[in-house]
């Protein structure tokens, strides 16, 4: 359990750092703006975060790495004006709220890794 945890924190502040770099990446089609780079981020998270959970066969460090990526990349929206790495609007938006629902897709899916007890 503590090793799944020690490989978490880590694992998040990488993908919260790689994710908000990754989310402001849009590309133009037919005049409608699409960001592609929130979602590149949230297949990122979701993909370390099945490692972690498939890894160490445990939920645990799955809601760990969601749970810290989502602390961190809500602090970098919060900075001051001009600091500001996540800003509210689509891309902002689909990012930050994308880890919650990307964590519960991933905490609902890792629970089938889990350590199974013999019978009773």
């Known amino acids: 359990m503590a090793g799944g945890i020690a490989a978490a924190v ?3 502040l990488f993908v919260a750092a790689a ?4 989310h402001r990446h849009q590309s133009m089609l037919a005049g409608v703006v699409l960001p592609w780079g929130a979602v590149v981020a949230l297949v990122l998270l979701g993909s370390v975060q099945l490692l972690l959970g498939a890894g160490f066969r445990s939920v645990v460090p799955t809601a760990v790495c969601g749970g ?3 602390v961190l990349a809500g602090w970098l929206s919060m900075l001051e004006p001009g600091k500001r790495l996540i800003v509210g609007d689509l891309p902002g938006n ?3 709220y994308g880890i919650a629902g990307t964590t519960v897709l991933m905490l609902l899916w890792c629970r089938r890794y889990r350590r199974q007890r013999p019978p009773a």
């Open 10 to 12: 880590p694992a998040a």
């Open 19 to 22: 994710g908000t770099v990754l």
């Open 68 to 70: 810290l990526a989502y």
């Open 94 to 96: 689909t990012w930050i």
